[in-house]
């Protein structure tokens, strides 16, 4: 049984930073990619940054570029998003999400229908 916790979060000013974790237990993340999206009320649930971790491949998308940083820890099972520099848009729930039956290793995906295992959502507000 897959399940991923996650924490982190809260309420932060523009240009600052936060550090979302999510702890996975049910299945190794180093054979699997995972995923961070976020969603805000009325829109799609958008893929922000993606990894394939057992070969340490990473994707992001444009609008997180240079400011955010997918990374995990082998030991811990654990999947983490560090966001900084962040902006009024960046506001929304996120979550961590586990592909276990990635085949997109080169360049993990971003799209939300790839993925099969969610959190439960954490909120980070950016004002």
């Known amino acids: 049984h897959v399940q991923l916790v996650e924490s982190g979060g809260g309420s932060v000013q523009p240009g600052g930073s936060v550090k979302l974790a999510c702890e996975v237990t049910?299945?190794?993340?180093?054979?699997?990619?995972m995923g961070w999206f976020r969603q805000t009320p009325g829109k799609e649930r958008e893929g922000v940054a993606s990894s394939w971790v057992g070969g340490d491949t990473t994707n992001y998308a444009d609008s997180v570029k240079g400011r955010f940083v997918i990374s995990h820890d082998s030991a811990k099972n654990a999947l983490y998003l560090d966001a900084s520099n962040l902006k009024p848009e960046d506001s929304g729930m996120y979550y961590c999400a586990a592909d276990l039956y990635c085949s997109d290793y080169e360049v993990p995906s971003l799209r939300r229908t790839d993925f099969n295992r969610w959190s439960q959502g954490t909120q980070v507000t950016v004002s």
């Open positions: 049910g299945v190794d993340i180093r054979s699997t990619c």
